[in-house]
């Protein structure tokens, strides 16, 4: 590199190193030539770490010197022997444990005390009982014999991936053809049912499984509903009020429900608390999934954002948050 970097620079005119092919020893003159004759040339030796050139000599006229060794033929000296050498591989305890003396043997004339029984564990229904073991959605669900079925099978996968769940019974799914009904959850029965003739049949089966959280896994829930307010869903309520779509279809809301009829249902529908937990739960693992199917449904429905069914990136960030708090209290997800 150095040569390169002089050329570049243009000095050219550096000198020229050159190698003679074979260096030949010239004879020396009878004046300078070394004679050794019954003595250790030491004249001629580079002393360095080790014994000095005085040491060398002292060590030749007592006669004890060894003379110079090759590499490699160093032997330890005898003092060395007298170091304890450390133990092997496996050395011996120094204090090996006592093996326990044999557990007496009661004599058969003493009689054996009956040893009370255990008090049955709660059930897992009853108030205040620690929940399931979590599993996995997909092992939950029974997949129709269906083309979709592949499908939602990769669905019900991705959803493993997000969160586990508590609590749920195993649950039915069939795939109908319905034109007005996307998907419905049928809680007596447990079944679940997905329109093949739906826009977005993934999106849909993901909804339904917010409502199966809703109806089964959540804690909260009694005989007259839930309140969403308090409890576990607390937080996740404060952040769809905080929410701007949700202030934009609260507004449409108020509107249609002041014109009556079917339009009122509609209304009153978009704003419940059922229907925002599934909905905000579909986008939640459409985001944490990383599934482009089901982000492509939510971008793909400009509608849903104009008017508030779903969130704005920046928007849903408070709500994920807090949905990733539900599961990780619940023990259904690790918090990343």
Do not use: C
Not at 8 to 14: D, H, I, Q
Not at 121 to 132: D, E, F, N, Y
Not at 293 to 301: A, M
Request: proline residues 11%; hydrophobic residues 40%.
């Amino acid at each position: 590199r150095t040569g390169r970097g002089l050329v570049a620079e243009g000095l050219k005119g550096a000198p020229e190193m050159r190698t003679p092919a074979a260096i030949v020893a010239a004879p020396l003159p009878a004046s300078r030539e070394i004679k050794v004759v019954g003595r250790t040339d030491i004249e001629h030796y580079t002393f360095g770490v080790g014994a000095s050139k005085s040491d060398v000599a002292q060590a030749i006229a007592a006669g004890t010197f060894t003379g110079f060794r090759k590499p490699g033929s160093f032997t330890p000296r005898p003092w060395a022997d007298s170091i304890p050498k450390p133990p092997g591989p496996n050395p011996p305890r120094p204090n090996p444990p006592k093996p326990y003396p044999p557990r007496p043997i009661p004599p058969t004339s003493i009689a054996v005390q009956a040893i009370a029984p255990k008090p049955p564990r709660p059930s897992s229904s009853a108030p205040g009982s620690k929940p399931l073991r979590a599993s996995t959605i997909s092992s939950l669900i029974r997949l129709p014999d269906h083309p979709l079925a592949s499908r939602i099978a990769e669905i019900l996968r991705k959803i493993d991936f997000v969160h586990r769940v508590g609590n749920t019974p195993p649950l039915d799914l069939v795939v109908n053809d319905d034109l007005e009904l996307n998907g419905s959850l049928d809680v007596a029965a447990r079944v679940i049912a997905i329109s093949s003739e739906g826009p977005n049949p993934e999106l849909t089966l993901v909804h339904e499984i917010g409502h199966v959280l809703d109806d089964f896994a959540l804690p909260g829930r009694n005989e007259s509903g839930r309140d969403w307010t308090s409890g576990i869903t607390a937080e996740w309520r404060r952040a769809v009020d905080a929410s701007y779509a949700f202030s934009k279809l609260s507004r449409l809301a108020s509107v249609m429900m002041g014109r009556g009829g079917a339009t009122a249902r509609d209304g009153s529908s978009f704003i419940q608390d059922e229907e925002l937990w599934a909905r905000s739960y579909a986008q939640y693992v459409a985001l944490r999934s990383h599934d482009d199917v089901l982000w492509n449904q939510i971008l793909e429905s400009p509608t849903a954002h104009r008017i508030g069914l779903a969130w704005e990136a920046e928007d849903f960030t408070l709500i994920a948050r807090s949905l990733d708090n539900i599961f990780v209290n619940l023990g259904w997800r690790r918090r990343s």
